[in-house]
């Protein structure tokens, strides 16, 4: 069992930046491919960003390239999201999540362990 705490999130002005942190416990998630979604009210769960183990491969939404990046720190099992230039559009509760499927990208069911969610709300 993996569990996954993030924090880092909070109220910023748009044109601001966070950056969101996921801590990983009950076992190294080394192997993992980790990834972050986002769900605004009223509104289905979308992916942002995700990560294989190695770090070598990265994908993102195109709704956030060039504003945020995904990063992991495998010596401290921790998965971070520097989110910069954010947009009111960016308002909502980020979750991340992690799993062993190898070809899990962008797909929110193929994600086997999920964090309890941090809310980012940006102000226009």
């Known amino acids: 069992q993996v569990q996954l705490i993030e924090s880092g999130g909070g109220l910023v002005q748009a044109g601001g930046s966070l950056r969101l942190s996921c801590a990983a416990s009950?076992?190294?998630?080394?192997?993992?491919?980790m990834g972050w979604f986002r769900q605004a009210p009223g509104k289905e769960r979308e992916f942002v960003a995700a990560?294989?183990?190695?770090?070598?491969?990265?994908r993102y939404a195109d709704s956030v390239k060039g504003r945020f990046t995904i990063s992991r720190d495998n010596a401290k099992n921790t998965l971070y999201l520097q989110m910069n230039i954010l947009k009111p559009e960016d308002t909502a509760a980020y979750y991340c999540a992690a799993t062993l499927n190898r070809m899990a990208i962008s797909r929110w069911d193929e994600y086997d362990y999920w964090g309890q969610g941090t809310q980012v709300t940006v102000s226009s």
């Open positions: 009950g076992r190294t998630v080394l192997g993992y491919t």
């Open positions: 990560i294989k183990w190695s770090g070598g491969t990265v």
